[in-house]
């Protein structure tokens, strides 16, 4: 037969990845041994970045994408795919990962914004991108610029999971608004929402977003990721959470059991045992505005 | 009335086969615990990654029920990850495996995600291609003696059958196509 090879340029492509990620764990990995323990703990995907969320905290100054060289390293090490951030709207940064051929983007408020205006049009790339959100016309908007996943921002690296909670509340909240009203208040809706008209239509048909709504932003307990799974997200990454705990294998493995078990609590019970120390954490509630990552994309 | 048709729910994209499976008049079931396979009279193992449903399928002994299953005659259609986990052998790797089809596949084939793509598949026994959609796709580069090739893309093999035991490199659960799901639900 005639093999007329076309690459994922289609929408099909991008978000089937986002589909066979679900029901999994992403985790942020620093080094290539850190990426093959995730990988052996049952992670679906790893996050390379050369510091984890709760470092650039620590650290301040300007966060930018990873060194090419310590991303292939990665790719090297694991089967797995390799996920890396860009800064919102460099999307010359995006084009560099996308030339590295890793397999998802993460156009990331973890890093500093490159453009406070536009994000990255992520409908001319190759590579899928997932991008933070925390409501529904965030959401809708990214979806919009050719976002194929979406993940509640939480605050990264803080180890307190109270934000991932109230964004992805808003989001599934106003879902079930959108689907409860009048067709003809969509217009008003989506005007308030600064979300596209066809989008916010597509959310109500479906009763959900129209890509895989993931979790992410201060997951630290395998009673963290059930809990955001029990809250509607498909799938949770994991940052500092992890490799800033005292047992990065046992915490890894146990967090990736809690998503699949997250509606049984006596399974939940026995996973949850002797996990060492969870990261420590800072409560993101005394989190200076100018230090809150969340405030970062529109 | 037939038993549910079973759909791996350990992790990947369980929720389109069910759809499939809605879609061509079965009921789905998420299956699980070795109880919830014991409720189904086929299974259909989805895309995913295979390391991690791997893992999860050692460890709270569902791979050993599938394994059981299997030897009392239950079909089974691994797609993509379903397909690895299917297969005796995975190509320079050791990973866990079901070992019930006689194939060696290779992991991402293709290459990463920006090599992933759809074209049109012509299949065995069915009269228009289908459209195979390949996501980070294995194929398969070794098959024993009872093994049927159903499909090649190229000169790469990407649909096999060994009795009632189906493996697709691509995602029919992907499409609008339900011609697959339809004669799996057959058998």
Redesign the interface.
């Known amino acids: 037969?005639a093999?007329?090879?076309?690459?994922?340029k289609?929408w099909?492509?991008k978000v089937?990845?986002a589909?066979?990620?679900?029901?999994?764990v992403i985790m942020d990995v620093v080094t290539p041994e850190q990426a093959r323990i995730a990988?052996d703990?049952?992670?679906?995907?790893v996050m390379a970045l050369e510091r984890v969320p709760a470092d650039i905290r620590r650290d301040g100054g300007v966060a930018r994408m990873s060194d090419p060289e310590l991303i292939l390293r990665i790719?090297e090490a694991v089967?797995?795919?390799v996920m890396a951030k860009c800064r919102i709207g460099h999307f010359v940064e995006a084009e560099i990962l996308?030339a590295l051929?890793?397999?998802?983007i993460d156009e990331s408020e973890v890093l500093t914004p490159a453009d406070e205006e536009n994000h990255v049009d992520k409908h001319r790339f190759?590579?899928?991108f997932v991008c933070g959100a925390r409501n529904l016309g965030e959401a809708l908007r990214r979806c919009a610029e050719g976002a194929a996943m979406i993940r509640t921002k939480g605050e990264a690296g803080t180890g307190d999971v109270v934000e991932a909670v109230r964004h992805m509340r808003t989001i599934m909240a106003q879902i079930r608004r959108v689907q409860s009203c009048r067709e003809d208040e969509l217009y008003v809706l989506a005007k308030e929402m600064q979300a596209p008209l066809e989008f916010v239509r597509m959310v109500r048909e479906l009763g959900k977003l129209p890509v895989p709504n993931f979790s992410a932003g201060g997951i630290a307990t395998p009673a963290d990721a059930a809990l955001m799974m029990k809250l509607g997200a498909e799938s949770v990454f994991v940052g500092s959470g992890i490799f800033k705990s005292g047992d990065p294998a046992r915490r890894a493995k146990a967090i990736?059991?809690a998503v699949?078990f997250h509606n049984d609590p006596k399974r939940l019970a026995e996973i949850s045992r002797n996990l060492g120390e969870p990261m420590v954490g800072i409560s993101a509630a005394t989190v200076p505005p100018e230090q809150q990552m969340a405030v970062r994309g529109w | 009335m037939s038993s549910p048709v079973g759909v791996l729910?350990?992790?990947?994209?369980?929720?389109?086969h069910l759809q499939a499976v809605a879609d061509v008049g079965r009921t789905g079931m998420e299956v699980?615990t070795p109880e919830d396979l014991a409720r189904v009279d086929r299974l259909i193992l989805p895309?995913?990654?295979s390391?991690?449903v791997g893992?999860?399928l050692q460890?709270y002994g569902l791979g050993e029920a599938i394994r059981r299953a299997a030897a009392e005659g239950m079909p089974l259609w691994g797609t993509?990850?379903g397909m690895i986990l299917l297969a005796k052998e995975i190509e320079a790797?050791r990973q866990f495996t079901l070992g019930l089809m006689d194939i060696a596949v290779r992991?991402?084939a293709f290459?990463?995600?920006?090599?992933?793509?759809?074209?049109?598949v012509?299949l065995d026994g069915f009269e228009r291609?289908l459209l195979g959609?390949?996501?980070?796709a294995p194929i398969v580069v070794r098959t024993g003696p009872e093994v049927q090739v159903l499909a090649?893309?190229?000169d790469r093999i990407v649909a096999v059958r060994q009795g009632v035991r189906l493996g697709t490199s691509f995602?029919p659960e992907?499409?609008e196509d339900r011609r697959l799901h339809e004669w799996f639900c057959r058998w």
């Not at chain 1, 051929?101 to 998802?104: I, N, Q, Y």
């Open positions: 037969m093999a007329t090879f076309q690459p994922a289609t099909r492509e089937g990845l589909e066979m990620l679900k029901g999994g990988e703990a049952g992670a679906v995907a790719k089967s797995i795919p996308e051929e890793v397999d998802f190759t590579v899928p990736v059991e699949l | 729910a350990v992790q990947g994209d369980f929720e389109k699980r895309g995913g990654e390391t991690t893992l999860l460890r993509c990850m790797r992991r991402n290459g990463a995600q920006v090599h992933s793509f759809e074209d049109a012509e291609p959609v390949f996501i980070r090649r893309y190229g995602h992907l499409t």
